[in-house]
């Protein structure tokens, strides 16, 4: 139902709707590059400033001599007089930007430039596992647009929550809550841009039906009970969310073997036979057979769709399977 409403309003709307769905998307994109360029830029100009010998300090007037000079200390570095600095100011003074310990500063280069390294990683892995990096559609585009938004100011958010010299606590109460709001935004245009995006089909082989006989590629085998079987390799890891299928075979009284060329038929043959390795390593080798039932003569097509193998008639629109409860 909902992908039909998101069809409906991209149809709606048309031309307009792609003008704002690309500076949305756009937009997002740029902002998502500030958040990781711009604290990499500002560790880089810290520590070329520090190589020179240039410092932060606090300006302050002494009461006493009336002369203006950078706080070092409690007392007037002229006159000799003590500032009578507050020790809250102290503290604040001491874990703020200004007159950091070295190890202090540090510390924040080395947490920025991890953090940075996070985000910019968990980014690149859900624009690609997602294909949100390749927009198919005006409202896909549009919602991505706002997710990549969202995405941005929860990574800069995040970095002023957790980061060293970016506030007190009630600053970063706020900055937590404001995140927690945009995590809410981001996994809403995240289910909207999801639903807006076409089912994928890749068509692996096509099968043409004459009489009691499949035909594949020029070449023929008989059906038995008028059912051919299609065997393929699925190779997936449910944690990367990754999924590739191998072609193997047309199977009927005879085999027509699909794998051309002697690396494929090298891969598919090495996949198979240290299938228990690497499913210990998370990625699961599983050879499997779609009994295809072809009654009627014609053209059969096996579709790799989203991460199910259908067989269908060519030309032929089935509905995906449904979600299990």
Not at 197 to 226: C, F, H, I, K, W
Not at 272 to 298: C, I
């Amino acid at each position: 139902m909902l992908a039909l409403i998101l069809q409906f309003i991209e149809k709606s709307f048309g031309p307009h709707l792609a003008f704002a769905a690309a500076i949305s998307f756009w937009l997002g994109a740029a902002m998502a590059a500030y958040v990781a360029i711009a604290p990499l830029l500002r560790v880089v100009t810290e520590l070329k400033a520090a190589r020179a010998g240039m410092e932060h300090g606090w300006m302050m007037q002494c009461q006493t001599c009336k002369r203006t000079d950078i706080v070092s200390g409690g007392k007037c570095g002229h006159c000799g007089t003590s500032l009578g600095i507050p020790l809250m100011v102290r503290i604040r003074n001491f874990f703020g930007s200004e007159t950091e310990s070295r190890w202090l500063r540090m510390t924040r280069w080395v947490l920025t430039v991890l953090g940075v390294g996070l985000f910019s990683l968990l980014t690149a892995i859900a624009l690609i596992k997602s294909g949100a990096w390749h927009p198919q559609t005006s409202v896909e585009r549009l919602f991505t647009g706002i997710a990549l938004i969202a995405w941005a100011g929860v990574g800069w958010l995040a970095g002023r929550v957790f980061g060293i010299g970016t506030g007190g606590p009630i600053s970063r109460l706020r900055d937590a809550i404001l995140a927690l709001a945009g995590f809410a935004v981001l996994s809403a245009a995240v289910t909207l841009a999801g639903a807006a995006r076409p089912v994928s089909e890749d068509v692996l082989v096509r099968v043409t039906v004459q009489g009691e006989q499949a035909v594949v590629g020029g070449r023929a085998v008989g059906l038995a009970n008028l059912q051919f079987g299609f065997e393929y390799l699925q190779v997936q890891h449910e944690i990367l969310g990754f999924q590739h299928v191998v072609p193997l075979a047309v199977v009927g009284g005879q085999r027509i073997d699909l794998v051309a060329g002697e690396f494929e038929r090298w891969l598919a043959d090495h996949l198979w036979t240290h299938g228990q390795r690497y499913t210990a390593r998370g990625l699961a080798v599983r050879k499997r057979t779609e009994s295809v039932q072809a009654s009627e003569p014609g053209t059969y097509e096996i579709v790799l769709r989203e991460r199910e193998v259908i067989a269908r008639r060519e030309g032929e629109i089935r509905a995906p399977p449904p979600a299990a409860n």
